[in-house]
């Protein structure tokens, strides 16, 4: 079983910044995809951006430039650098944990980022 818990989520002002961590515990395979989605009100569930465990990224059009996904396997962490921040970046952010074959996936329980105008 795998335990996902995110941090950093928050208020901040357009153009601002934030950084979300994901620190996962329990049995985590360096393997395993880490990815970031994001939920809001009355929309689908949408990914922000992930990392494989060879350290590839797939990153959304709408954040590329803006967004940052890394991760640390010494620490089972995946962290997201969001800088200049929107509106449209409000919603609640999700950490993800999936074996490269899809046979397994978890997720954490979120953190809501408010961005104001």
């Known amino acids: 079983q795998v335990h996902l818990a995110e941090s950093g989520g928050g208020l901040v002002q357009a153009g601002g910044s934030l950084r979300l961590s994901c620190v996962a515990s329990?049995?985590?395979?360096?393997?395993?995809?880490m990815g970031w989605y994001r939920q809001a009100p009355g929309k689908q569930r949408d990914l922000v951006a992930s990392?494989?465990?060879?350290?590839?990224?797939n990153v959304a059009d709408s954040v590329r430039g803006r967004f940052t996904i890394s991760r640390d396997n010494a620490k089972n962490t995946v962290t997201l650098q969001m800088n200049s921040l929107k509106p449209e970046d409000t919603a609640v952010y999700y950490c993800?944990?999936?074996?490269?074959?899809?046979?397994?996936?978890?997720w954490g329980q979120g953190t809501q980022v408010t961005v104001s105008s």
């Open positions: 329990g049995t985590i395979f360096a393997i395993d995809t």
């Open positions: 990392i494989s465990g060879g350290g590839n990224t």
């Open positions: 993800r944990d999936s074996s490269p074959d899809g046979i397994y996936s978890y």
